[in-house]
């Protein structure tokens, strides 16, 4: 089945343009690069009523998040979001376009967190990060405008997998109570051993060397990437889980 026309117009300019891959930039090089490129593309987001910072206390000091508010209604649903990147890039702002449509179409609030990067910071500082961010929405969301019956967890890539993994979580802890997930083509096993991971390692951006490279800097070769805190397909039980929509990329 050939791609999707308007990701192949995409692929077919990036590799038009003869921009090097990410994994050929440091980190804080390629953050800015990944940055820029999204704000070439970004077209026009639809507007919430509101967009507002608030700050979050986490594990390694206080973090960063953009609050999305669709309307003055209260008891919204809220959608705890975590952006991709392979845990060492991409910013609040270039998924500033998604949390905005994800606000308007669903009529949630979305919080997008800026959890902690690598190389800078290293497994399993934005798990803990993802965690902290949960624990502190579950108890605030009514003070945000939001139902605390409704809390949802999100992310797209490998922040798909920090969603999981707050789901997880959530359930071995016995709370927050977690309504629903949005898993969009969520990493959720680090072995890179299925079959895709051979069959597409080349040609789509996201390569065989990228990927490795994201490993490299956020994971220490002491960590175990089969624990489900890395790889939450390995957890042992899935009951009791949240329902979920698992988005995945089309080819």
């Known amino acids: 089945m050939p791609l999707d026309p308007q990701a192949k117009a995409l692929l077919d300019a990036i590799e038009l343009s003869g921009a090097p891959p990410l994994n050929a930039y440091k980190p804080t090089e390629a953050r800015a690069v990944y940055d820029q490129a999204n704000e070439q593309v970004r077209g026009n987001p639809p507007d919430p009523a509101a967009v507002e910072e608030i700050f979050i206390p986490g594990p390694g000091g206080e973090m960063k998040a953009w609050l999305y508010r669709p309307s003055d ?35 949630c609030i979305v919080i997008s967190v800026d959890y902690r990067l690598a190389l800078e910071h290293k497994y399993p500082a934005a798990a803990d990060d993802a965690w902290a961010a949960t624990q502190w929405v579950a108890p605030n969301a009514e003070s945000l405008g939001g139902d605390p019956s409704r809390i949802a967890v999100g992310g797209d890539s490998a922040d ?5 993994v707050v789901s997880l979580q959530a359930k071995e802890a016995g709370g927050p109570q977690i309504a629903f997930q949005l898993l969009i083509y969520p990493g959720t ?31 220490s070769p002491e960590d175990d990437l089969n624990h489900w805190r890395a790889s939450p397909l390995n957890a042992d039980d899935f009951s009791g889980l949240p329902p979920s929509i698992y988005i995945i990329s089309r080819l």
Not at 84 to 94: K, R
Not at 160 to 164: C, E, H, P, R, S
Request: hydrophobic content about 40%.
């Open 73 to 107: 209604e209260a008891a919204l649903p809220v959608l705890v979001f975590f952006h991709g990147g392979g845990y060492t890039i991409v910013s609040l702002q270039s998924h500033d376009c998604v949390c905005r449509a994800l606000c308007v179409e669903a009529q």
């Open 160 to 164: 798909g997998n920090l969603a999981a």
């Open 189 to 219: 096993e680090m072995g890179c051993s299925f079959e895709s991971h051979q069959t597409f390692d080349a040609g789509y951006r996201l390569t065989k060397e990228l990927i490795a490279w994201f490993y490299e800097h956020y994971f």
